[in-house]
């Protein structure tokens, strides 16, 4: 993979009839999307669809549980990220990763900024002493913290815990970051600026975000995918569920205009 090269085009990453499995179980069936470049894309659809599975399938976080698989292709820049060559550690160097309860770890607020580029071999106390300004400057949280950056991570409020860890993430220079329902665990005011700093970077970064809340959709994203849930009823009466992609426009057009009228009834609340 260290011989990638970033496209021009203006995707920048493309996911073409991907299905994941956990074990012999469908989870998701069949997502052809495109991911644009130094856009917002959210994933919004009812408990189960597996809009998070197809966010963790981007950087191979799936490969983690075990009996888990990805079909179909995840392109990054023209490379399939399930080719044999490409090492997982590096994709996710590349497509960093935000999840809904904020995880700092248990060390100072430097030292959390620091990890990603000391495991990278950044050793020379002024480039980390930058890197860490850098990163927490980008994440709008340096003039809360700078005069303290060896308090512990833990001991700051839920919305700058979720800040210091979107400064840990941008800290490695990814390309993409995955935002796994970041507001979900938050209060309004935090929710707000964590909203505001994702439209600053996303003029630097390619974002996609899963979440419950359609109101954050709209405000935040260029491209909605709605995702919904297919039922069977197999031997035995037992009922087989998974997640299928049901529409994808730009959010404005996903919103106002909705094609499928399983996206629109979803839209009016009528399931969910």
Same mark, same amino acid.
């Given at each position: 993979?260290?011989?990638?090269? $970033?496209?021009?085009?203006?995707?920048?990453?493309?996911?073409?009839?991907?299905?994941?499995?956990? #074990?012999?179980?469908?989870a998701v069936d069949d997502v052809?999307?495109?991911?644009?470049?130094?856009?917002?894309?959210?994933?919004?659809?009812?408990?189960?669809?597996?809009?998070?599975?197809?966010?963790?399938?981007?950087?191979?976080?799936?490969?983690? /549980?075990?009996?888990? +698989?990805?079909?179909?292709? /995840?392109?990054?820049?023209?490379?399939?990220?399930?080719?044999? &060559?490409?090492?997982?550690?590096?994709? +996710?160097?590349?497509?960093?990763?935000?999840?809904?309860?904020?995880?700092?770890?248990?060390?100072?607020?430097?030292?959390?900024?620091?990890?990603?580029?000391?495991?990278? =071999?950044?050793?020379?106390?002024? %480039?980390?002493?930058e890197i860490v300004e850098r990163? /927490?400057?980008?994440? !709008? $949280?340096?003039? &809360?913290?700078?005069?303290?950056?060896?308090?512990?991570? $833990?001991?700051? #409020?839920?919305?700058?815990?979720?800040?210091?860890?979107?400064?840990?993430?941008?800290?490695?220079?990814?390309?993409?970051?995955?935002?796994?329902?970041?507001?979900?665990?938050?209060?309004?005011?935090?929710?707000?600026?964590?909203?505001?700093?994702?439209? @600053?970077?996303?003029?630097?970064?390619?974002?996609?975000?899963?979440?419950?809340?359609?109101?954050?959709?709209?405000?935040?994203?260029? !491209?909605?995918?709605?995702?919904?849930? +297919?039922?069977?009823?197999?031997?035995? =009466?037992?009922?087989?569920?998974?997640?299928?992609?049901? @529409?994808?426009?730009? %959010?404005?057009?996903? !919103?106002?205009?909705?094609?499928?009228? &399983?996206? @629109? +009834?979803? /839209?009016?609340?009528? !399931?969910?």
């Amino acid at each position: 993979m260290t011989s990638m090269t $970033l496209g021009s085009g203006a995707t920048a990453i493309d996911l073409k009839h991907v299905k994941v499995f956990y #074990s012999d179980k469908l989870a998701v069936d069949d997502v052809s999307i495109p991911i644009y470049k130094n856009k917002i894309t959210a994933f919004i659809g009812p408990s189960g669809c597996g809009k998070s599975t197809v966010l963790r399938a981007i950087n191979r976080m799936n490969d983690l /549980i075990p009996g888990a +698989r990805v079909e179909g292709e /995840i392109n990054y820049h023209g490379k399939n990220l399930y080719g044999k &060559e490409v090492d997982p550690v590096e994709v +996710r160097r590349r497509i960093g990763m935000v999840f809904q309860k904020p995880n700092p770890f248990p060390k100072s607020i430097y030292d959390n900024v620091a990890y990603g580029p000391r495991l990278l =071999g950044v050793t020379d106390k002024r %480039t980390l002493d930058e890197i860490v300004e850098r990163s /927490i400057k980008g994440s !709008f $949280l340096w003039d &809360e913290v700078k005069g303290d950056l060896k308090k512990s991570g $833990l001991a700051l #409020s839920g919305g700058q815990q979720q800040r210091l860890c979107i400064a840990r993430t941008i800290a490695i220079e990814p390309d993409v970051i995955l935002m796994d329902e970041p507001c979900s665990a938050l209060d309004p005011i935090a929710t707000q600026a964590i909203e505001e700093l994702m439209k @600053e970077l996303v003029k630097s970064y390619t974002i996609v975000i899963v979440t419950h809340n359609m109101q954050q959709a709209q405000r935040v994203s260029d !491209f909605t995918a709605f995702y919904s849930i +297919r039922k069977a009823e197999e031997t035995g =009466g037992q009922e087989r569920r998974w997640g299928v992609l049901g @529409e994808f426009a730009p %959010t404005e057009q996903l !919103f106002s205009n909705p094609k499928s009228e &399983e996206t @629109e +009834r979803y /839209i009016r609340g009528e !399931f969910g």
